[in-house]
């Protein structure tokens, strides 16, 4: 059997890369589906929500590439296709500056990877965006701006803009993107990390409007919630607006896990591979988070393959988790634990005690975990709970209601479960 690169055994797994091709994606078969329909349905946007390292950005990207007529993952899930569709696509990924809906459109308008690119290639396009300046002055498309937000308007026989709102300009400039008719079903505009967005008051009602001045135009949202109300914050209208293409990304099953494991061995020619029992444990671990596969398999191939070991043991397993604690593999999980536990055994203790027993639902009942923790030495288990639930200690619980609890993001739960102890035991 011939011996991979390091390349090769390095990208086998990827936690830190959304999956693009379909051959590497794994399982969602469901989810794919409903991707499909929503690009398919007319005048319904797309709504992609879940828990952080759940897979929502590996599935806009796929839906991107059905959405411009490659057609590999309908045909990998087997599900009913036809004709390749035709969109032209865009994809924007929002940060903590894009404070709000103006924000968000100005950048969509004027960012050379999404729309900004076509605007400066359309004359009406770049005409309508060029009217508009942004309050922060810079140079937009080519035209030097003035810094105290002055908008320029351009004397011709067309009605000047330049007093108009963002999502007026907004809809104008991409309804001439549309008359160009650079595709034959449209624009899709992937948003992802939508709930980065500091208040996206307004989005409901800009959706709505578009949907019937350019209904050539599909959003596809993807965001960290549970449902579309609380990604959007406005309750009115946002089931309508997405009827029928709400994707919830749940946690995914064994199965699906499992497959990600064989594709990244496939991906090596099975040169490196896990045994029963060492799978068995990466899935326990992951608690249905694909991000928690690609993250400790993506270790244990590293130190298998630097170890000259071939078959990878429930061992090499628990010593992996080791080195990835240690070594600080993912800064932002790991600082959020240290900032929890703050050099507590007996909150780390109860920490744990809550990941280790929460319910499908991920509910935690405090009656159980404060068992759990008495049985370890601490006696007085609420006390840590209201630590863990204040801004002090990161805020990673949240009250639900008497007695119940629930972690503010599943994937820290998962690694909190995983992750060995920091503090050693006292006394």
Known sequence: MAKPSISKVENAFQPAKEINSATRFAGRKKSVGDAYYGLIAAGSHIAIVGNRGIGKTSLSRQLINI????????????????????????????GQTTTDTTALLERLLTSSGCLGEWVTQIPKASKIVSSY??????????????????????????????????????????AAIVEQKLSKDGILIVIDEFDQIGDPSGFASFLKALATNVPEIKFCIVGVAQDIQQLMKEHQSSNRLFAGSIIPLPSMSSEELREIIDIAESAIDNYLTFNTDAEERIISLAQGHPYMVHLIGKYAFRLAYQAGKQVITVEDI????????????????????????????????????????????GEVWTTNAYKLALDQGVDNASQYVGHLASDEYGGEIVKMRDRYYRFSDSLFAAYVKARPRLVSKQG
């Open 67 to 94: 959405a411009t007529g490659d057609n590999d993952l309908l045909e990998k899930l087997v599900l009913p296709h036809d004709e390749k569709l035709d969109f032209q696509t865009f994809y924007y990924a929002c």
């Open 133 to 174: 300046t942004p309050r922060f002055g810079a140079n937009i498309l080519g035209m030097k701006v003035a810094l105290d937000g002055e908008k320029r308007t351009e004397v011709e026989s067309s009605a000047a803009i330049g007093s108009h709102s963002i999502d007026t300009v907004f809809t104008n400039a991409v």
């Open 318 to 361: 628990e010593a992996t988790v080791q080195s990835i604690a240690e070594h600080g593999s993912d800064p932002v999980l790991e600082g959020r634990y240290k900032k929890a536990v703050a050099s507590s055994e007996h909150r780390e203790i109860v920490l744990k005690a809550l990941a280790s027993t929460q319910a499908d639902d």
